[in-house]
């Protein structure tokens, strides 16, 4: 795969404050990556900085092989989506569209023909001559995307554009997005602290923290194999479990609970005997029937049921350590009964204790 955005050693700084450093990424033509992160993690610098919007401090930016990193915004071939739709009220949908071709004095007939193409794609056809104060928020965004489209450039850069939404909206929108990609195959990046938008949409996830890169990955790789324990923490909802205890010869023991890791892929063949800590996610553990045939079988105690209608999310005790588990939402549990579960090493992640990361 040839790269569409190559990011080397990039760093960036506001006065003191380092808020990236030494950043490398490699963003495969055709891609659609996230950047995914808690706030003020660095997402929109990173993205600023590829944008042109940010000078920065040391590094390169190439883009289609063509080092961008001192080019003007208008130059490097990028389309950016923000937050904030940034329409201009007193003009109509049309006008806000062709706006930025014009300035660039595209011929007229090329800005007609492309903002028709972008209404078309995005379904705003009939709203071409309302004003943006006449539009829901979703068409909005659309038209905010549609300028993007009309510009015909290599790479998208979307900075949390559907976070003004609200939950039904953003859901639907977040399927348009991943159809344009699918029929554009542009490079796309895109911003979000939704992990639910980066599962859904990325080929791969960048999850970043303090302005590094965590773990760079498919959503199956970042949710599956976690890299280190903020990467397992940060990605699924409930959070996994952790236990802190030692591994010893292949075994993890937590006081006097002894679960043998068979079926876990250690990362390093030999992994010697150490304090680590076991992540286990709460709809990987089962219950019922199921349990007969787990690996690993424990008791636990039923300290609250919280019935969510598709599943059913089960705090309990595991020895003296609280632990979450997701249910079938037509499972019948109460508070204070004791059930067993069955746990099934091959899917848990082992983290050792004092790097945190993946064992
Ligand atoms: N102009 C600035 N001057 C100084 N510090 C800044 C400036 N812009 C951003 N920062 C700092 O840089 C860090 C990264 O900010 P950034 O906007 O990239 O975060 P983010 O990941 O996009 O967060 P959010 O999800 O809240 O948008 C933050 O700590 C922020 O306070
Ligand atoms: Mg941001």
Redesign the pocket.
Known sequence: MTNSVEIKNLDLS??A?K?LQNLNLDIGEGEFLVLL????????????CIAGLLEVTDGQIFIKGKNVTWAEPSERGIGMVFQSYALYPQMSVKGNLSFGLKNAKVPKDEIEKRVARAAEILQIEPLLDRKPGALSGGQRQRVAIGRALVRDVDVFLF??PLSNLDAKLRVDLRVELKRLHNQLQNTMIY?T?DQVEAMTLADRIAV?KG?KIMQLGSPDEIYNQPRNLYVADFIGSPSMNFLEGRLEAGEFKVDDMVMPMNGYEFGAPQTADRPAIIGIRPEHVVTGELVRNAPLQFEVDVDLVEPMGSDTLVYAKLGKHSFRIRMDGQARVRDGEKISIGIDPSRASLFDKSTEDRL
């Open positions: 506001f006065g404050v808020v992160g808690s706030s003020g993690c660095g997402k929109s610098t990173l993205l600023n900075d949390e911003v602290h970043m302005g």
